[in-house]
């Protein structure tokens, strides 16, 4: 039994598309229209005392009035908020740069106890310098306190997060999200003993002027 081959010109393998915008479809551009990265970041919980400092997420103190049934901080080099390094290690994944642990190692004396909104600018810079922009922000903290979804003299704590990141962003409150959740008692982050956070951004080119 003989069988017929048909062969198919490869220039309109995809309908509509000639070779030439085959090619230019799978040139890998350095200008890439849109960005998505990934970041990610866990510490330790403990004793105010053995801390040394509060817990911060997302540039808010969860102390004194804040929270003034809650005694434990956060065990890091720097002020140790899981938001903002999760951030920052988004941003830098998404520029395919070195990590967060990289650019600001935890054994930098100048970095003991610095207020993470340095992290923030320093991605914020590298990112701008770039000619990119925030698409969107998306956070999804895990810990099983301090409770978050609660509000503050009037203001909704999960909104007092989510403008910080806007501020330091320089985007709309409306790209960025901030969830909260627990972990079931399950694990250190559900023991308290941890928090945990990752976040997923998209940045876009910036058009020329």
Known sequence: MKYRVLLIAAVHVVRGFGLAALQMATTVDAEIAMRVGHGYDIHRMASRAEAGQPVVISGVRFDGEMAPDFELGTVAHSDGDVVYHSVVDAILGALTLP??????????????????????????RRMRDRGY?????????????????????????????????????????????????????????????????????????????
């Open 133 to 209: 922009r925030v698409g969107n922000c998306d956070v999804t903290l895990i810990c099983q306190k301090p409770r978050v979804n609660v509000e503050f003299q009037g203001h909704s704590v999960k909104t007092l997060m989510r403008e910080n990141l806007s501020r330091l962003l320089r985007t709309s409150l409306s790209s960025v999200n901030v969830k909260a959740r627990t972990h079931e008692k399950v694990d250190a982050v559900g023991e308290c003993r941890a928090l945990e956070c990752h976040v997923v951004i998209s940045l876009f080119k910036v058009p020329p002027k």
């Open 99 to 124: 990590d967060i642990g990289q650019l600001f190692p935890d054994d930098d004396p100048r970095l003991r106890g610095a207020n993470s909104e340095l992290f923030m600018e320093e991605a914020y």
